[in-house]
């Protein structure tokens, strides 16, 4: 059962977004329960008694802004999808690890989107990968991998606890294995979890542990794309920009 958790101080557009997300719950024959608040502070409070599994946040709210709001929520326990109008406000969102933006303006054109790739999201996160090299079998938390490299024939993964394991590999094996999950070759040599990304530079990468790592040139605009989507900024950009964006 999903359980999101919705927070605006207008309270017609808190009706408004609760109204569609029980049209596209029913529509799927999911379950799931909507709590409403109009005052960011009594969301957090909630929050810690029950975890929301997703929250539509406001960010432009007296009091308590979104961002604040987001900064009392642990990164693990809910998918934030920020709902503005503010469409500046969009790069401003990266520290806090978006889920999606959405633009009120039109938002219910891509609440079924969100809501289903959210689904998605939740069923997969607590799951950890049991990667089989050679006939051993490492099982990993993809969510607390910071970054993979390789060094004289043998991969690293590097995990946010700073534990690490290795074994004799090529980094294109590694690539594969983990082609559908959040990471980004970022050089010859490294594979960087875009989860841990903090700021993208012309020839660096920063990780929100305070690491840096070379980003090649003939990667760069790969890398910011990937990233791009990852955060689904470029959605956001798509659905108020008059004209198609690549």
């Not at 609760?18 to 109009?38: A, D, L, M, P, R």
């Not at 891509?110 to 689904?119: F, I, M, P, S, Y």
């Amino acid at each position: 059962m999903l359980k999101i958790g919705i927070c605006d101080d207008d309270p017609t557009f808190v009706d408004d977004i609760e109204k569609n997300i029980e049209q596209t719950i029913k529509k799927h024959h999911w379950k799931g329960i909507i709590v409403k608040f109009t005052d960011g502070r009594k969301l957090v409070r909630s929050n810690e008694k029950n975890k929301f599994d997703i929250i539509f946040l406001d960010i432009d709210m007296p009091e308590k802004d979104g961002f604040s709001v987001a900064r009392d929520i642990p990164e693990k326990d809910s998918l934030l999808v920020f709902c503005t109008s503010h469409n500046e406000l969009v790069y401003n969102s990266f520290s806090y690890q978006p889920f999606w933006f959405l633009c009120k303006e039109n938002y219910d054109k891509h609440l079924d989107e969100v809501l289903t790739a959210a689904r998605k999201k939740i069923a997969l996160r607590n799951t950890n990968y049991e990667l089989d090299i050679n006939g051993k079998i490492y099982s990993v938390d993809i969510e607390q991998i910071l970054y993979i490299d390789v060094l004289k024939h043998r991969v690293h993964i590097h995990f946010k606890d700073g534990g690490e394991i290795d074994f004799r590999e090529n980094l294109s094996t590694i690539e594969e294995i983990f082609r559908d999950y959040s990471f980004v070759k970022i050089n010859s040599g490294c594979l960087v979890n875009m989860s841990w990304i903090k700021h993208i530079y012309q020839t660096e990468i920063e990780l929100k542990d305070g690491q840096n790592f070379s980003l090649s040139r003939g990667r760069k605009n790969e890398v910011r794309e990937k990233f791009h989507q990852y955060m689904r900024i470029r959605r956001c950009l798509l659905y108020t920009s008059p004209s198609p964006r690549d």
